[in-house]
């Protein structure tokens, strides 16, 4: 060729700056984009339009097909560093307590009235089944975790598994608190992801929970134990149970958005959805680590049943304010409107 | 995204040259860049390594603070480790690496892909959180069940039956959807791109140059071909094939040869030089015509001059 090529005279002319963004992109993608000095910072957005319109004018002149992906794949990598997610993680964490978990929970407002009437729902059946007849009881409340309680367990015995006086026959505190944890926040993520299926089998949890814990009252009830019992089970039951709500809601909020898409388009509003959802559950497993610990050190250690309800009331009305009152203020900062 | 349920009203797929699918992600600066969906290959590949990674990964930390334990003599220190680890690593593994990583995980390092948001707007935790949670339900949860129903000899047909169902609807998902989207993205409004790290290699009509300059073509040699013969060749040069395999790049060259109406002997006795050249020719013509809006798809593209 006597006279150059116009691609290829295109190309020697900007390679340089190609390279540098790959350089500074390639070190960003690995240690992170603080991991740039003030210099680098500055000609990484300068270097990325330059690139950018290089891509727009290689494939309007350009067959060289190597160039065109270098230029596509190197543009995107650095446009996702550019506009990625730049925030520390302890930033994220007090973001996420401060306001983004109680404006998750508080814009599930049906989804959370739904959930507790489910349950509530299933707890009236489960207590008035089984007070009619006791063999109900089996049928709610699976063994596990009755751990032998059953309509034909002495009163004395039942009464000393709440009173605190005799080991409720697990190993220990800490090994307990950890099953309940793992075990419970585990049934809550299962909850929301079930959602996806129209909500119905999160209500069906729900409402299982429900009979399981009526059941459970019921036989205590029939006993005289009610009162106790109510203690025995709400120092934690309050966190515990509101966690269960939470988790179940937001299974809820997703199955509401694939049935009503609203306004929006059905798959923009899913994600909404879905992603509101996920904060509140994410939220919900923080609760049953604090349920977790109230219920493995604190029942043990506090068997004064005012006490008992009086942590139970407590911790509800913390809970309540908690998620009701944060996080109002920045409600229209420059956050929610980059969400949208 | 409209489109979702709707295969047959839609275009036919764009694709780019790696053969994936490529969707659209719109600049600030106006410039649309192409993003290249991750095949359902490569997604499997990718998770099937992060479950790898995981089991043995529960395996080691199991059978190293087993050591420590019964160094202590205190089965229970192992016992609420191993549930906790169980757990964080079945929940947060995922969760983990995609905020870490912004959207790669061990598994999908590997295979190149990565998570981005769909549409506008950067990942986000909570879109993380969302498209992982899920993970869940659509392969943990049946799996359970299973095992479970195992257990207890077939306590019920129909729970198995339906914990099969369910469970194929899941895996299947990302099959019948044009993103192929599993539940999690779904939900999250995320999307998993092919993450393309091509290199910069010499320009090949570059090499051209540096070789006999003596093989000339005429305009009319050079009006058979379009875009898409051009790339395959450019796709030849820069494969081994090139430097190595001497008879099939002469069959190649003599095809061309063939085709253009070549008369001289140099695709047998200078083989690279005439492709080479041939390539630069064939280019710069093509770059011509489009300069002036006028493009050459293929050989088939008779819709111009």
Known sequence: MAVEMKSHQFRREREDTWKQLEYLTTKAEKKG?????????????????????????ARAISLDQNVLTYLEGLATRAHLVLYGNHER???????????????????????????????????????FLT?????????????????????????????????????????????????????????????????????????????????MLGGFLALYASRDLGVELGGWLMIHGTTELFAVIVCGAAGLHI????????????????????????MAVMGGVFMFVIAGFLEGFGRQLIIDTVTRY??????????????????????????????? | MRNLFKRSSRPKAVRAPSGREIRALETAEGVALQLELASVGERIAAFALDMVIQFFGILAVSVGVGFISSAMDSPQFW???????????????????????????????????????????????DAIFARNL???????????????MNLTDGASGRTITLAAIWTTILLLFPLFNRDNLRAGDLIAGTLVVHKNTQALLADAAEVAEAQDEAIHF????????????????????????FWSRDDELKRVAQTIANKIGWEGNEPETQTRSFLSAFYAAQRNQLEGRMLMGNRRASKHDDASE
Request: proline share 3%; glycine share 8%; charged share 20%.
């Open chain 1, 89 to 127: 993680a302890y930033e994220a964490f007090s973001q996420f307590f401060d306001h983004r978990l109680p404006r998750a929970i508080r814009a599930m407002g049906w989804e959370l009235a739904l959930a507790t009437l489910t349950l509530l729902l299933g707890a009236l059946a489960g207590f």
């Open chain 2, 79 to 125: 016992v609420i480790f191993v549930m906790l680890f169980t757990f964080l690593g079945r929940n947060f593994y995922f969760i983990f690496f995609e905020l870490r990583w912004a959207g790669q995980t061990p598994g999908k390092r590997v295979a190149k892909i990565r998570v981005i948001n769909r549409g506008e707007g950067r990942l986000t935790a």
């Open chain 1, 131 to 211: 007070m009619m007849d006791p063999d109900w009881f089996y049928a709610f409340v699976n063994s596990e975790i009755a751990q032998g309680r059953t309509p034909t367990t002495s009163t004395e015995e039942l009464r000393e598994v709440i009173d605190g006086s005799k080991s409720n026959g697990v190993a220990g505190l800490d090994l307990f608190t950890t099953f309940l944890v793992t075990h419970n926040a585990q049934v809550g993520i299962t909850a929301f992801a079930l959602g996806i299926a129209f909500g119905l089998p999160t209500l069906y949890l729900l409402f299982s929970t429900g009979t």
């Open chain 1, 33 to 57: 984009i603080k991991s740039l000095d003030a210099d680098e910072i500055t000609r990484l957005p300068q270097l990325y339009r330059a690139t950018l319109s290089s891509l727009s004018v």
């Open chain 1, 255 to 278: 199955g509401r958005a694939m049935v009503f898409p609203g306004k929006r388009l059905r798959m923009e509003n899913l994600a909404t959805a879905g992603r509101t959802a996920a």
């Open chain 2, 134 to 148: 899920l993970r869940e339900i659509e392969l943990f949860l049946p799996l359970t069940l299973l095992m479970a």
């Open chain 2, 218 to 241: 005429t305009s009319r040699q050079l009006g058979f071909y379009g875009e898409f013969e051009l790339q395959k060749l450019e796709d030849i040069m820069r494969s081994k094939t």
């Open chain 1, 310 to 340: 009086t942590i139970a009331t407590v911790m509800l009305v913390l809970w309540c304010s908690y998620f009701y009152l944060a996080g109002h203020k920045k409600e229209d900062d420059a956050q929610s409107i980059q969400a949208q």
